[in-house]
């Protein structure tokens, strides 16, 4: 099959790779029909360094599926499913916890012999735990939308959720790539009333309008904080989400939130030391967040999905073969696209 490697910073390729098969009676092979680009991919995209082994690419894919073990009971041959960002059982302590993403038993795509997700397909280790029947066929056009339960909108989603956002909330969301719209997206079905989204590009803000922020605030740095702290009377607001991963939007997060109020981070962190210190602390600021269980999440999105009253799937504004991902990726990085899908 064809599937994508990244030899290097810059340097993404599609090249033939073997075929899935069978290799434990817990797993399935999944043919892909969707995948994408995610905003994480970006990081090695600008730093891997040259190497004779190449990382197989991708963690966002749904797709139909065309084989199973012996011992997998959820799932059929034929069936559409979608895989979260990390396979799990779905059985031990954490998972059950809601917590998929430290099962002990679980994985990550394109390490360890597993295949990635932007490719023509996949073996799915632990099927029954890990891929979610999706109550759709391969052509429906939900799919673009579904396809963000893989991640994206579950990513989102847990930084409202660890924030605490509730009926009434006003939030700052930092960030307007997906995983940011994705959280606004997240807190109205939250309930929260007023939600301001700190980002500069317009037609991403624009979209963050349509999906519930009330207010967009452009500037950066102490000059933004100045302008949140003007629209909510000098107090800042109670739960601040921040999708981006850079120290300098953390440091936004704690110039915005207000006293007593959480930040919630789950940008993937390109940083190790937190500038928390004691002024911080003495505002009585909760730090949480993390990386996202999606699979905790996925079956409580979706019929928000179905029924139509999100379209998460908006946040995907080009599409490649995958053939073509090598200029998916580079459309991501030079920020003319949001976020790229990928058709095997």
Not at 205 to 233: K, P
Not at 319 to 338: H, K, P, S
Request: aromatic share 6%.
């Amino acid at each position: 099959m064809r599937a994508t490697l990244m030899y290097a910073a810059e340097d993404v390729r599609v090249e033939d790779v073997a075929d899935p098969t069978i290799q434990q009676p817990t797993d399935a092979v999944v043919r892909i029909v969707l995948s994408c680009v995610c905003g994480s991919d970006l990081w090695p995209y600008k730093s891997l360094a040259p190497t004779d082994t190449p990382r197989h690419m991708g963690h966002e894919f749904l797709g139909v599926v065309e084989d199973i073990g012996a011992d997998v009971r959820t799932l059929k041959r034929g069936d559409v499913a979608v895989a979260p960002f990390v396979w799990a059982d779905n059985t031990c302590a954490y998972c059950r916890e809601g917590l998929q993403t430290s099962c002990p038993h679980g994985g990550q795509w394109g390490v360890d012999g597993v295949d990635g997700g932007q490719g023509q397909a996949a073996r799915v280790p632990l099927a029954d735990g890990t891929l979610v029947k999706l109550p759709v066929t391969e052509d429906s056009e939900l799919l673009p939308d579904l396809l963000t339960l893989s991640d994206v909108l579950c990513t989102g989603y847990h930084a409202a959720r660890t924030a605490g956002v509730g009926r009434g909330d006003t939030v700052t969301v930092i960030g307007d790539g997906a995983v940011g719209l994705s959280a606004v997206i997240s807190a109205r079905l939250l309930g929260a009333e007023r939600i301001i989204l700190m980002g500069r590009h317009r037609s991403r803000t624009d979209l963050g309008l349509t999906f519930g922020a009330t207010d967009v605030v452009a500037e950066r740095g102490d000059e933004g904080v100045a302008r949140v702290r003007e629209l909510t009377d000098g107090e800042g607001t109670r739960r601040v989400l921040e999708c981006v991963g850079l120290k300098d939007a953390l440091v936004q997060g704690f110039g915005v939130v207000r006293d007593g109020g959480t930040v919630s981070r789950v940008g993937a962190p390109q940083f190790t030391d937190v500038p928390f210190g004691f002024a911080d602390f003495l505002r009585n600021i909760t730090l949480t967040g993390g990386v996202a269980p999606a699979r905790a999440y996925i079956e409580e999105l979706m019929p928000h999905i179905l029924d139509g009253a999100i379209a998460p799937g908006r946040v995907f504004d080009r599409t490649v073969a995958l053939e073509d991902i090598a200029d998916g990726y580079r459309a991501m990085n030079d920020r003319e696209a949001l976020k790229t899908l990928v058709r095997p």
